[in-house]
């Protein structure tokens, strides 16, 4: 599923499942990802800054380059997760399985 660049700031996507979505560039600033499963997800570049992303599956995802300024991550999975070159200043991994 394509949803390059979608500007989802501030949406409540709870449980969503968004597995293998193309989010490459969105903007889920201040998004409720809780619960999401968001496992094979391209996040390339995406801007998540204070996204909510408590016990999400992002087992896999690819977040390079993504801003998770300020993000909650506390018990997500981010097992296999590529993270290089993403910006977690002051996000929230309590309990994260990285």
Sequence with gaps: MSLVGIDLRGADL???NLSNADLSYADLSNADLRYADLSNAD?????????????????NAYLRNADLTNAYLSNADLSNADLRY???SNANLNYSDL
Excluded at 43 to 59: F, K, N, Q, S
């Design 14 to 16: 709870r449980y969503a």
């Design 43 to 59: 996040l390339y570049r995406a801007d998540l800054i204070r996204a909510r992303l408590a016990a999400a599956d992002l087992t």
């Design 86 to 88: 993403a910006d977690l």
